[in-house]
């Protein structure tokens, strides 16, 4: 009796769970909406590691629903905040650059096309040597540092 009860806990908890949306289609407004309670969350305190409580997860989630309509589950909030951690990240480093500004009128990193071309030829030749790092890669680390020296 008692295995009978506990599988129709489980049965209910499945067909619950089957109403969330595992995969998340994020439009523009969404992404906003998330950021917003992101910070929100942030401000309440329940952020106080890398990631939000569960208690922040589930205020996130509950107000999401509530202004967009989209009933995800938590997975598709935890990848897509990883994945804006990294943009992030991504965004504070290229601002760092020399050259490079950003316009908070018009929302736009500012930069002229002939540094810009120079970070990504340089960018490019980085990302290179870090995912290969074998020996013939030796000769790209060579020529990296006199590129690197003739712009300077």
Excluded at 94 to 102: D, E, M, N, R, V
Excluded at 107 to 122: G, L, P, Q
Aim: hydrophobic fraction near 35%.
């Amino acid at each position: 009796m008692a295995s009978s009860q506990k599988d129709k806990q489980v049965a209910t908890t499945e067909s619950r769970e089957a109403k969330h949306i595992e995969m998340a289609r994020w439009t523009t407004r969404d992404e906003k909406v998330f950021i917003e309670l992101m910070a929100a969350q942030a401000k309440k305190g329940t952020r106080t590691t890398t990631t939000f409580s569960k208690v922040g997860w589930a205020e996130i989630r509950k107000e999401f629903m509530n202004r967009t309509g989209n009933d995800y589950t938590n997975l598709p909030f935890k990848n897509k905040f990883n994945k804006l951690r990294v943009v992030y990240r991504d965004f504070k480093v290229l601002l760092s650059q020399t050259g490079f500004g950003y316009d908070y009128r018009t929302r736009t990193i500012m930069v002229k096309d002939e540094v810009w071309e120079a970070y990504i030829r340089v960018s490019l030749i980085v990302y290179v040597v870090d995912k290969c790092k074998e020996k013939p890669i030796k000769i790209i680390m060579s020529g990296l540092a006199g590129y690197a020296k003739s712009m300077s």
